[in-house]
């Protein structure tokens, strides 16, 4: 089985690879028209090939331009001039030429007028041994060429009509060959050609007449649609007239429409300065522009940071303490002398704590000889540490006066043992306030960012008008807690006091309207420019309203009559006009830009003169 593909005289490439892709069989003959775009070039027919064996597909191409199969076979395309008996009668178009009786078919089935050759056009075809062909191997290649080129299966399908016996059909087709072959023997016509028509619609007609197909020009009579008609010629007064029109509205449209002028000035200005206090309070709900009052509202957020891990840098010596025996003398009186518990008993510096509470008894006479009182105590060292491991020594009782010092003193007859100390690291209160304020300055700046962000459109919350507190703080580690590090993490929580832009911007214009003489005005009442606030009150959460200080520091310019100056320089050169608006004290510099480019003077409408301020140029004037 094979398929037939139809192409147009100006189809595409891409669309005829689509068309390939769709068939169904293996095989596919590709009916191509005289002189389609398609085979007038070998790129084209090499790029068809190439997406031909792409696609598996064995392409046949079937046409009668001599020089598109030439360009074919470069290309390495299988050519045919026409298709095999079979395929042309399966295709019903023998029968559509040759049926007398066909349906008159409407211009958009038979297509548009010429599409299809001339009758004279179609070439000889030599026979398959490079003779000339016999009359009835001719009548059959121009039979098959004329059914190529006026297929309306390049365009649609064919009309199916009900076969007829072979010996039928045959008959027809030499009826109507025999007869184009006698037209075209005929060298010279017999009858000189008809004068040409006064109707110029018919006279095209009647020449496309002769370039349609057979089948089409049996149709003529009853087609509507295929017809030309012309429409009748402008004279020359006419045309002379329209164009004289034309150029009075575009001169028109120039010369009045189109010229604008744009002025740009630098008015004169001078600072302005000023300050008031302004209340903001929760308890109003309108602004009071005699009392510089508006009304406001308390926002608070809160904002938690990460759990962060800290390094601990204290060090502390730690270890057991040296414990030992001493024997506490009273030579001082016969009185006993009461030790009470933790008395310090000193000697080289280092100092002993007594463990218990002792009384040391007093002095007596034996034999006539003073015998102090003597008692043991148990001691430990006031610190750990090796240093404390000491042998036989005196001690003073740092508790009595320095007087019985010398007669009521402690002495150590054995070796004192237990004393040991080592360093470790610890967290110091500075690794903790170090840390704490690390993660406070993080969640502060969050938690402003958050009230900030959480405002409304029309709210306000100048930089400073809110206070931050720490809610709350998690460490693992107390101070002095022996550790390598430590985490930490914090709370903040933010409070600010909004006002809204209108209820601002309605007290600034009633603070404008006192302050600035009426010749002047501010150029830049941006709330956001110019304008400072402080807070007179410290502290305000919990506050029903607070006091805050408004500074102002703007920049005021001369009022300048806009319409008056447009109607002083209209219809004035660039110039004259330039001149004009500087002879005003108030106004610093001026630029002129008129448009379209031939225009040279301004507008005599004040419509199209456009004043403006340079506001960047009056910036770099302050």
Known sequence: MSDKVYLETDEEITSAVDKIASASSSTVYVLVPRRASIVQSIVNLK????????????????????????LAKKAGLTTQARLSGKLARETGEIENLSEPEAETESADEVGEIGEAEPIDSIPDYQSRDGNEPDDDQSESNMFQEIRLDNSRLFQRKAKKYTPRSPKE???????????IFTARKKSKPKHPPA????????????????????????????SVKGRVFLLPSLSIKSFSLFFTISLVVLGLVFFLVLPK???????????????????????????????????????????????????ATGEKEVGDKARGQVVLHNSFSSEAQLLPTSSQLITNGLVYITLQEVVIPGAHIEEGEAIPGQVKVRVEAGTAGEDYNIGPANFVIASLPQSKQSDIYGKSTTQFTGGSSRKVKVVSAENLSEAKQSLVTTAAAEATKKLTNDLSGDKILPSGMFEQEIAEVEASAEADTEADEFDMKVSVRATGLTFSRNDFSQLLASKFDRLVPTEKYIINDDIEQGIAFEKVEQGFNGQEAVTIKVSISKEVAWRLDEQKMKRDIRGQTEQEARDHILGNPNIVSVEISLWPFWVKKIPRTEKKIEIMLDKERIADTI
């Open 169 to 179: 059909r045959s008959k027809s087709e030499l009826s109507v060959l025999t007869k």
């Open 47 to 70: 790029l068809l090939r190439r997406q031909a064996d792409i696609l598996g597909k064995k392409v046949i191409l079937v046409t009668t331009d001599v020089g598109g199969r030439s």
């Open 195 to 222: 004068a040409p028509s006064s109707n110029p619609a018919t006279t095209v007609e009647a020449k496309q007449s002769n370039l349609r197909p057979l089948s089409s020009r049996r149709k003529t009579k009853k």
């Open 261 to 311: 002028a744009e002025i740009s000035l630098v008015p004169k200005t001078e600072p302005f300065s000023t300050s008031f206090e302004m209340v903001i309070s929760q308890n109003i709900t309108d602004v009071d522009t005699e009392k510089a009052t508006i009304p406001g509202e308390l926002v608070t957020t809160e904002s938690k940071s990460d759990k962060k891990k800290f390094e």
